[in-house]
């Protein structure tokens, strides 16, 4: 189990005892007076703060509110900066995604979701809600303006609700050839249209793919929720990928 963030109770403690003893050291108070001010006798205190009695919460209690302290002044800034972090993604759900090891690609066959590279755990917003990930790396392709250069990793759900609603604003990793396709598509009657294709040159892929005797999960195997630099490094899809749209749950 992993530790929670920021310092235990017992540690808290432990920093108050000594910053109430550097009062004395420091001359601000004398213990007598101290005593005074927190209203605790003079004894108790001197063994508490020579560690030979237990500070309890009830005593610590009675020093804060006589200095005028709370217990943010016994954290460190970069403590409570790791305890917000942590609050902030506490009650999201953690999602296993898998890293598949071949390529999505008109040059490599489409990868086989069986073969799993390792695994990440995240707790990103984009994945609620979403079944059936996984990531891989995209081959270059000169019809995809964010990944026209190597080291480009996607994010594909395969959830079939996205498939087959083929959203032309979105973008869709498609099985043509054996091989992967990631393009922007439209589905007609017994036709799915792959747009943009006529600005290619070198002909990326087919301006159209016919149904006849395949369905339309046979072609359309993912949809694209995130595209960008390989996560695995950092706190996974936690940077805004390449602005693409994205497909949510909601």
């Not at 804060?64 to 709370?70: D, P, V, Y």
């Amino acid at each position: 189990m992993d530790s929670p963030p920021g310092p235990g109770f017992e540690k808290l403690l432990q920093r108050l005892v000594r910053r109430a003893a550097a009062l004395l050291v420091n001359g601000e108070y004398t213990e007598r007076g101290l005593a005074r001010l927190t209203g605790i006798s003079q004894p108790h205190l001197h063994h508490i703060l020579s560690g030979k009695r237990t500070l309890t919460p009830h005593v610590a209690d009675a020093i804060l509110a006589s200095l005028g302290w709370g217990l943010g002044d016994l954290i460190a800034p970069e403590e409570l900066d790791e305890i917000l972090l942590t609050r902030r993604g506490q009650g999201r759900k953690k999602t296993r995604v898998p890293v598949l090891t071949g390529y999505i690609g008109p040059s490599f066959p489409f990868p086989d979701t069986s073969q799993v590279a390792e695994w990440i755990l995240t707790g990103s917003p984009i994945c609620e809600g979403m079944r059936r990930l996984f990531l891989a790396p995209l081959e270059p392709d000169p019809g995809v303006p964010f990944a026209r250069c190597p080291g480009v990793f996607a994010l594909v759900a395969e959830d079939e609700e996205w498939r087959l609603r083929c959203l032309p604003d979105l973008w869709y990793v498609l099985r043509w050839g054996g091989a992967g396709l990631v393009r922007r598509i439209r589905a007609e009657a017994g036709t799915l249209v792959l747009l943009g294709q006529k600005a290619l040159e070198d002909g990326g892929g087919p301006a159209c793919i016919p149904l006849e005797g395949q369905s339309l999960l046979s072609v359309v195997r993912g949809s694209l929720i995130w595209a960008g630099p390989d996560p695995r490094p950092f706190d996974p899809f936690s940077h805004s990928g390449s602005g693409l749209p994205i497909a949510t749950a909601s």
